[in-house]
């Protein structure tokens, strides 16, 4: 460790131009030193010019400096001479084994500063000097030092190969393309490794998304423990201090509220600390995978990495919700509310308000709220408005996203999408990234001939041209199908739909809809399906319990 800090530490008091220990150093106005001999010779290069630079930072000076010795530098030189160390630091500059040469260098040589991948030659520093001073280097693209530049050149024309072929899956050079390749798919080698690295990016940017997205969950289950531990303290003190003023009867029935309130909060917490349990193991598997991504992202070896890829890039479906839903209402407060009632109400109603309790304080649904009635009007169904993008991973080759992906369209020529098992290989269909729970209204603009808007089970086959994959032709599936003309809702089989052409479509989803209200059926313009219902996890649908009612609505209903 000594001796390497002693090499840097004398790299300090080397000349950039000759790459030797100073010489009668001199310090320009910027801040650079040099050999007097070596920037006074650097200079006379340049007598024709009005203005001088400095060799490293390019300043400018005018009219031509006045150089003096630099005692103390030089005393500095002078001492580190005397330590030895100058020919370890001048070994420093030469090319080892392991380093790239300068290709320009006679005898031995030094290590390259930049490599030049329109010359496809490495320089050192000093020898890298004309790409910096004269303007026909001016184009050139300098990069670190590599040994590999002959590989970037085309070994049948003898051209950089700049290009990138999709169809043959390789590096081409321009010549290439319009030859052997002039009917493939080509692009710029380097937009095409930008696509690569971004797709991996994403699968790591996913990782972490969902190891934050978890981290949420678990606070937001922390304080609904502690939600539920408040609600029922104070459910509890308050039922005492009202029992506490009746007779003996009424005392024990204080009592018996109380063990139902416990064994309720006892069955929630565990509940609670379950999914809690099962999110933190998640959390530390994303984080295991995460480090496997970045380590794989690490690998040099190109052929490794190519080769590893497929098998490495594509990310594990979660099995929880991507997010944790809170309901925002006091635990226990109809059991407080019945209490109540009681203590007014005392002798007289006694009997009945008792049935009141005990059975408040034993169903379940304690802590739901009234369900809101179904949506009528716009302005009714905004209420529940969701903002919707698309899934980049789920697009069919030949649907084109913009607008941060808000918006998509039907184009001619195929995109190289990465494959990605989520996406549709022949139906011209996309998902949405968001996860759809509970009640969700959203409303899609559309121009062209044709549109499906459709909601569908996460499971539904996204590989080949059979009905299995296509929107409205399964059970996993439903669909509005709207042309110039007509409606029609689709669902294994079509239902026509009358009204007048729309370009505004309104979707209405409600997958805590009671069976009974999930009957086909039309009416005043909407039309209803009956489905399982849908919970999102990771942008997509999976199954729960329960139905879904989901309605699309015509423009003339959204005024």
């Known amino acids: 460790m000594a001796h390497k800090g002693n090499k840097l530490y004398s790299e300090k008091f080397f000349c950039s131009i000759c790459l030797d220990l100073l010489k009668d150093p001199v310090a320009l106005s910027c801040g650079h030193s040099y050999c007097m001999k070596c920037i006074e010779t650097h200079w006379d290069g340049e007598d024709l010019k009005t203005t001088y630079s400095c060799p490293q930072c390019r300043k400018t000076f005018t009219p031509r400096p006045v150089l003096e010795k630099n005692v103390l530098l030089a005393e500095l030189v002078e001492e580190l ?181 416990r064994s309720q909060q006892e069955t929630k917490e565990s509940r609670v600390k379950e999914l809690q349990e099962k999110l933190e193991q998640e959390i530390r598997d994303l984080e295991r995978k995460d480090a496997e991504l970045k380590q794989f992202s690490d690998t040099s070896d190109h052929n490794q990495f190519l080769h590893k890829y497929p098998s490495v890039s594509a990310l594990s479906e979660s099995t929880h919700s991507s997010s944790i839903s809170i309901r925002p209402l006091r635990y226990f407060e109809d059991v407080t509310a019945a209490v109540k009632e009681l203590n007014d109400k005392i002798q007289d109603s006694l009997k009945n308000t008792w049935t009141n309790i005990s059975g408040t304080g034993t169903q379940p649904d304690v802590l739901l709220p009234e369900p809101e009635p179904e949506p009528k009007t716009r302005a009714e169904f905004l209420k529940y408005s969701r903002d919707i993008t698309l899934d980049l991973n789920t697009a069919h080759r030949k649907l084109s996203l913009f607008e941060g992906n808000r918006k998509v369209k039907v184009i001619t020529c195929h995109h190289f999408y990465p494959d990605h098992p989520d996406r549709f290989t022949d139906w011209f269909q996309i998902l949405s990234r968001e996860s759809l729970t509970g009640r969700c209204y959203w409303e899609v603009e559309w121009r062209g001939d044709r549109l499906y808007v459709a909601v569908s089970y996460k499971n539904i086959s996204r590989t080949g041209s059979t009905s299995e994959s296509a929107f409205g032709l399964n059970d996993k599936s439903w669909a509005l199908y709207c042309d110039t003309y007509s409606y029609k809702f689709w669902y294994n089989t079509q239902t026509p739909i009358s009204g007048p052409r729309s370009s505004r479509i309104g979707v209405y989803l409600d997958h805590t809809a009671e069976e009974e209200e999930c009957d086909a059926w039309l009416q005043e313009g909407r039309v209803m399906g009956r489905a399982s219902c849908l919970s999102g996890d990771d942008r997509l649908l999976q199954p729960i319990r329960g139905n879904q009612i989901y309605s699309f609505i015509p423009e003339s209903l959204l005024s």
């Open 81 to 261: 001479k005397k330590t030895g160390l100058q020919a370890a630091a001048a070994d420093h500059c030469y090319a080892g084994a392991e380093d790239v040469a300068c290709d320009v260098c006679t005898g031995r040589k030094m290590k390259a500063f930049k490599s030049c991948l329109v010359c496809l030659v490495s320089y050192c520093e000093k020898h890298l000097q004309p790409h910096y001073e004269s303007p026909a280097f001016k184009k050139h693209q300098l990069v670190e030092p590599s040994k590999n530049l002959q590989e970037n050149v085309c070994s049948h024309h003898d051209e950089v190969m700049k290009m990138f072929c999709r169809t043959d899956q390789q590096s081409i050079c321009y010549l290439c393309s319009m030859e052997e390749h002039k009917d493939h798919e080509t692009v710029k080698a380097a937009a095409e490794r930008t696509e690569r690295q971004k797709t991996l990016e994403v699968s790591r940017l996913n990782i972490q998304q969902r190891i934050q997205d978890r981290q949420k969950d678990v606070k937001l289950l922390q304080q609904e423990l502690k939600d539920i531990r408040v609600s029922a303290e104070k459910t509890v003190e308050d039922s005492q201090e009202m029992f506490s003023k009746l007779i003996h009867l009424i005392q024990k029935r204080g009592r018996d509220v109380e063990q139902q309130i």
